[in-house]
T-cell receptor, first 118, second 113 residues
Framework: ETGVTQTPRHLVMGMTNKKSLKCEQHLGHNAMYWYKQSAKKPLELMFVYSLEERVENNSVPSRFSPECPNSSHLFLHLHTLQPEDSALYLC?????????????????FGPGTRLTVT | TQLLEQSPQFLSIQEGENLTVYCNSSSVFSSLQWYRQEPGEGPVLLVTVVTGGEVKKLKRLTFQFGDARKDSSLHITAAQPGDTGLYLCAGRLQETSGSRLTFGEGTQLTVNP
């Protein structure tokens, strides 16, 4: 596997279900991100982890719970979601932005999980 | 108010035509990236620019960063159907020291055979 992978690619869940999205990066990066992409809206940053520590949480509802057990893996646990949470959820990784050099600016994305909440 | 404005929002052209899409802001960015996203996939990084006035070329794609680092353009020469996709610009604001990338809403390009 290369780059950033995400599973599952598609997920349909009811509002009372609990599910998890998984992301894995094979790029040797140490920062990972969750984004939400909805139709006709810019990408919305949800969470940022650097060196396995959550460094940013952009007022995301508690029904979304991230977990970063190590620098290669990132999870998004979902619980009692709403229909408006239906979207493409994208994971990305980068080098720690506090490092010098171009690589610290660049984020690499996975293919996303298309989530539908019914 | 959108921090990064992309224009046009939609563009439909014939194969072989040239086109330019724009990414504008009133804020200064320390770096700016362009991504292309195809349906059902994540954005793929095309280029990063960091120096005001910088021009980078990637085959038929030419990227320019404005002198004041507030805007950028992407020019495609002799567009092909394979260029079809959502083009996103994203930048890191100079005033921030964190990781946040600010994204534009994107330009949806369709190149018809």
């Amino acid at each position: 596997e290369t780059g950033v992978t995400q599973t599952p690619r598609h997920l349909v869940m009811g509002m009372t279900n609990k599910k998890s999205l998984k992301c894995e990066q094979h790029l040797g990066h140490n920062a990972m991100y969750w984004y939400k992409q909805s139709a006709k809206k810019p990408l919305e940053l949800m969470f940022v982890y650097s060196l396995e520590e959550r460094v940013e949480n952009n007022s995301v509802p508690s029904r979304f719970s991230p977990e970063c057990p190590n620098s290669s893996h990132l999870f998004l646990h979902l619980h009692t979601l709403q229909p408006e949470d239906s979207a493409l959820y994208l994971c990305a990784s980068s080098q720690d932005w506090r490092r010098e050099g171009l690589s610290s600016y660049e984020q690499y994305f996975g293919p996303g999980t298309r989530l539908t909440v019914t | 108010t959108q921090l990064l404005e992309q224009s046009p929002q939609f563009l439909s052209i014939q194969e072989g035509e040239n086109l330019t899409v724009y990414c504008n802001s009133s804020s200064v960015f320390s770096s700016l990236q362009w991504y292309r996203q195809e349906p059902g996939e994540g954005p793929v990084l095309l280029v990063t620019v960091v120096t005001g006035g910088e021009v980078k070329k990637l085959k038929r794609l030419t990227f320019q960063f404005g002198d004041a680092r507030k805007d950028s353009s992407l020019h495609i020469t002799a567009a092909q159907p394979g260029d079809t996709g959502l083009y996103l610009c994203a930048g890191r604001l100079q005033e921030t020291s964190g990781s946040r990338l600010t994204f534009g809403e994107g330009t949806q390009l369709t190149v018809n055979p």
